[in-house]
Protein backbone atom coordinates (compact mmCIF):
# COMPACT_ATOMS: atom_id res chain seq x y z
CA UNK A 1 0.00 0.00 0.00
CA UNK A 2 1.21 3.50 -1.17
CA UNK A 3 1.94 6.92 0.71
CA UNK A 4 -1.18 9.05 0.40
CA UNK A 5 -1.49 10.21 -3.31
CA UNK A 6 1.78 8.29 -3.73
CA UNK A 7 1.38 4.92 -5.61
CA UNK A 8 3.05 3.90 -8.12
CA UNK A 9 2.22 5.03 -11.32
CA UNK A 10 3.51 5.97 -15.28
CA UNK A 11 2.74 2.52 -16.82
CA UNK A 12 2.83 2.28 -20.38
CA UNK A 13 -0.01 3.59 -22.08
CA UNK A 14 -0.86 6.08 -18.75
CA UNK A 15 -0.80 9.57 -19.02
CA UNK A 16 1.89 11.84 -17.39
CA UNK A 17 1.91 15.26 -16.88
CA UNK A 18 4.09 16.10 -14.73
CA UNK A 19 5.63 20.11 -14.50
CA UNK A 20 6.72 20.03 -10.93
CA UNK A 21 9.18 19.09 -8.48
CA UNK A 22 6.55 17.18 -6.78
CA UNK A 23 4.37 15.73 -9.44
CA UNK A 24 1.65 18.30 -9.06
CA UNK A 25 0.66 19.92 -12.57
CA UNK A 26 0.13 22.77 -11.88
CA UNK A 27 -2.91 23.64 -13.35
CA UNK A 28 -4.24 20.69 -11.62
CA UNK A 29 -6.76 21.54 -8.74
CA UNK A 30 -7.86 19.64 -5.97
CA UNK A 31 -10.64 16.81 -5.78
CA UNK A 32 -12.81 16.06 -2.95
CA UNK A 33 -15.09 12.75 -2.33
CA UNK A 34 -18.53 14.18 -1.27
CA UNK A 35 -22.06 12.22 -0.05
CA UNK A 36 -23.90 14.53 -0.12
CA UNK A 37 -23.91 17.80 1.59
CA UNK A 38 -20.30 19.22 2.43
CA UNK A 39 -20.02 20.62 6.19
CA UNK A 40 -16.65 21.05 6.53
CA UNK A 41 -13.62 22.33 4.32
CA UNK A 42 -10.69 20.12 4.49
CA UNK A 43 -8.94 22.54 6.93
CA UNK A 44 -11.70 21.81 9.35
CA UNK A 45 -13.47 24.90 8.39
CA UNK A 46 -16.82 25.09 8.89
CA UNK A 47 -18.68 26.32 5.48
CA UNK A 48 -21.58 28.47 6.08
CA UNK A 49 -23.28 31.86 4.53
CA UNK A 50 -20.30 33.25 2.82
CA UNK A 51 -18.82 30.02 1.06
CA UNK A 52 -19.50 29.12 -2.55
CA UNK A 53 -20.28 26.66 -4.93
CA UNK A 54 -18.10 27.58 -7.72
CA UNK A 55 -18.59 26.99 -11.37
CA UNK A 56 -17.58 23.56 -12.51
CA UNK A 57 -13.55 22.84 -12.47
CA UNK A 58 -12.53 23.15 -16.54
CA UNK A 59 -10.01 20.15 -16.38
CA UNK A 60 -12.20 17.38 -13.97
CA UNK A 61 -15.59 18.64 -15.40
CA UNK A 62 -16.85 18.96 -12.05
CA UNK A 63 -18.85 20.97 -9.53
CA UNK A 64 -16.29 23.22 -7.31
CA UNK A 65 -16.52 24.71 -3.74
CA UNK A 66 -14.78 27.58 -2.56
CA UNK A 67 -13.86 27.59 1.30
CA UNK A 68 -13.88 31.89 2.25
CA UNK A 69 -11.72 31.25 5.30
CA UNK A 70 -9.09 29.45 3.50
CA UNK A 71 -9.31 31.91 0.65
CA UNK A 72 -8.58 34.74 2.75
CA UNK A 73 -5.55 32.61 4.28
CA UNK A 74 -4.28 32.21 0.75
CA UNK A 75 -4.39 28.83 1.05
CA UNK A 76 -3.96 27.46 -2.62
CA UNK A 77 -6.56 24.18 -1.48
CA UNK A 78 -9.22 27.01 -0.99
CA UNK A 79 -11.14 25.36 -4.12
CA UNK A 80 -11.75 22.21 -4.49
CA UNK A 81 -13.93 19.87 -7.19
CA UNK A 82 -16.37 17.81 -5.47
CA UNK A 83 -17.43 14.00 -7.12
CA UNK A 84 -20.05 11.29 -5.81
CA UNK A 85 -17.74 8.23 -5.30
CA UNK A 86 -20.42 6.33 -5.93
CA UNK A 87 -20.59 7.30 -9.48
CA UNK A 88 -18.83 4.34 -10.88
CA UNK A 89 -19.12 4.04 -14.49
CA UNK A 90 -19.08 0.85 -16.80
CA UNK A 91 -16.77 0.77 -19.27
CA UNK A 92 -19.14 1.18 -22.16
CA UNK A 93 -21.03 3.96 -20.22
CA UNK A 94 -18.37 5.95 -19.13
CA UNK A 95 -18.16 9.42 -20.34
CA UNK A 96 -15.41 10.67 -23.04
CA UNK A 97 -14.93 14.13 -21.16
CA UNK A 98 -13.75 15.10 -17.83
CA UNK A 99 -12.90 12.73 -14.62
CA UNK A 100 -14.98 9.95 -14.02
CA UNK A 101 -14.55 6.66 -12.12
CA UNK A 102 -14.78 3.40 -14.25
CA UNK A 103 -15.47 -0.23 -12.76
CA UNK A 104 -13.69 -3.06 -13.81
CA UNK A 105 -15.42 -6.06 -12.15
CA UNK A 106 -13.87 -9.60 -11.45
CA UNK A 107 -14.73 -12.36 -14.05
CA UNK A 108 -18.15 -13.46 -14.55
CA UNK A 109 -19.39 -16.52 -12.16
CA UNK A 110 -16.32 -14.73 -9.25
CA UNK A 111 -17.44 -12.03 -7.53
CA UNK A 112 -15.16 -12.32 -5.47
CA UNK A 113 -12.01 -12.27 -7.48
CA UNK A 114 -9.82 -9.39 -7.86
CA UNK A 115 -11.09 -6.22 -9.48
CA UNK A 116 -10.72 -2.79 -9.91
CA UNK A 117 -11.92 0.61 -10.56
CA UNK A 118 -9.97 3.10 -12.82
CA UNK A 119 -9.63 7.00 -12.33
CA UNK A 120 -10.31 8.71 -15.91
CA UNK A 121 -9.38 11.88 -16.93
CA UNK A 122 -10.98 12.87 -20.75
CA UNK A 123 -10.71 9.08 -21.37
CA UNK A 124 -7.26 8.29 -20.36
CA UNK A 125 -6.42 5.92 -17.11
CA UNK A 126 -4.40 8.20 -14.64
CA UNK A 127 -4.99 6.20 -11.34
CA UNK A 128 -6.75 3.23 -10.28
CA UNK A 129 -7.44 1.04 -7.24
CA UNK A 130 -7.28 -2.87 -7.20
CA UNK A 131 -9.70 -4.80 -4.43
CA UNK A 132 -11.14 -8.51 -3.97
CA UNK A 133 -14.48 -8.07 -2.70
CA UNK A 134 -16.68 -11.00 -0.81
CA UNK A 135 -20.46 -10.24 0.00
CA UNK A 136 -20.91 -13.21 1.59
CA UNK A 137 -17.93 -13.27 4.01
CA UNK A 138 -18.39 -9.08 4.51
CA UNK A 139 -14.31 -8.50 3.38
CA UNK A 140 -13.67 -6.09 1.27
CA UNK A 141 -8.72 -5.85 0.80
CA UNK A 142 -7.51 -3.23 -0.98
CA UNK A 143 -4.40 -4.95 -3.13
CA UNK A 144 -3.10 -1.76 -4.47
CA UNK A 145 -3.48 1.92 -5.64
CA UNK A 146 -1.77 3.52 -7.96
CA UNK A 147 -1.99 7.05 -9.33
CA UNK A 148 0.42 8.48 -12.00
CA UNK A 149 3.21 10.42 -11.28
CA UNK A 150 1.50 13.97 -13.11
CA UNK A 151 -1.39 13.94 -10.78
CA UNK A 152 -0.44 13.18 -7.28
CA UNK A 153 -1.10 15.18 -4.10
CA UNK A 154 -4.56 16.42 -5.57
CA UNK A 155 -6.74 14.09 -3.29
CA UNK A 156 -7.78 11.11 -6.22
CA UNK A 157 -5.87 8.54 -3.86
CA UNK A 158 -8.60 9.21 -1.07
CA UNK A 159 -11.13 9.52 -4.31
CA UNK A 160 -10.08 5.71 -4.71
CA UNK A 161 -10.46 4.73 -1.25
CA UNK A 162 -13.93 6.35 -1.04
CA UNK A 163 -14.86 4.53 -4.51
CA UNK A 164 -13.82 1.72 -2.99
CA UNK A 165 -15.69 1.31 0.18
CA UNK A 166 -18.71 2.87 -0.90
CA UNK A 167 -18.98 -0.31 -3.90
CA UNK A 168 -19.28 -2.57 -0.38
CA UNK A 169 -20.01 -0.44 2.44
CA UNK A 170 -21.15 -3.56 4.63
CA UNK A 171 -17.62 -4.87 3.90
CA UNK A 172 -14.82 -5.24 6.76
CA UNK A 173 -11.98 -3.68 4.80
CA UNK A 174 -8.08 -4.95 5.00
CA UNK A 175 -4.82 -3.55 2.68
CA UNK A 176 -2.22 -6.17 1.63
CA UNK A 177 0.81 -4.34 2.97
CA UNK A 178 1.11 -3.03 6.68
CA UNK A 179 4.66 -1.16 6.40
CA UNK A 180 5.00 2.67 7.85
CA UNK A 181 3.91 4.29 4.79
CA UNK A 182 0.47 2.30 4.10
CA UNK A 183 -0.25 2.81 7.88
CA UNK A 184 0.27 6.31 7.57
CA UNK A 185 -1.59 6.04 4.04
CA UNK A 186 -4.96 4.26 6.19
CA UNK A 187 -5.00 6.48 8.94
CA UNK A 188 -5.63 9.24 6.81
CA UNK A 189 -8.48 7.75 4.75
CA UNK A 190 -9.73 5.34 7.33
CA UNK A 191 -12.72 5.90 8.91
CA UNK A 192 -11.27 3.62 11.95
CA UNK A 193 -7.67 5.50 11.90
CA UNK A 194 -6.22 1.72 12.02
CA UNK A 195 -4.48 -0.48 9.28
CA UNK A 196 -5.09 -4.01 9.15
CA UNK A 197 -3.72 -7.02 7.82
CA UNK A 198 -5.38 -8.56 4.47
CA UNK A 199 -8.20 -10.91 5.90
CA UNK A 200 -8.93 -12.74 2.60
CA UNK A 201 -11.66 -15.44 3.08
CA UNK A 202 -11.59 -19.09 1.57
CA UNK A 203 -14.07 -17.46 -1.41
CA UNK A 204 -11.67 -15.09 -2.44
CA UNK A 205 -8.70 -17.57 -2.24
CA UNK A 206 -10.94 -19.91 -4.62
CA UNK A 207 -12.32 -17.10 -7.24
CA UNK A 208 -8.99 -15.84 -7.83
CA UNK A 209 -7.33 -19.00 -8.94
CA UNK A 210 -9.96 -18.31 -12.22
CA UNK A 211 -8.08 -14.93 -12.49
CA UNK A 212 -5.13 -14.82 -15.22
Known amino acids: MPDRD ?3 GGRDGRADHSDTDDGAGSDLGYVRPVLGGESFCPAGHRLGGD ?3 GPVDAVY ?3 TTTCSACRAAGDDRATWAT ?3 RRVHTTAEAPAAGLVLVRHPPPSGYPAAPSSIALQLDGVTIGDIDI ?3 DVDALGVVEHVRIDPGYR ?3 LGRLLIAAAYTSAPTCDWSITAITPSAVDFWAAIHPLGAATPPRYCVHHREDAEHVP
Do not use: M, Y
Request: with cysteine.
Open 132 to 134: AVC
Open 6 to 8: RAT
Open 153 to 155: RRG
Open 83 to 85: IDP
Open 51 to 53: DST
Open 61 to 63: RLP
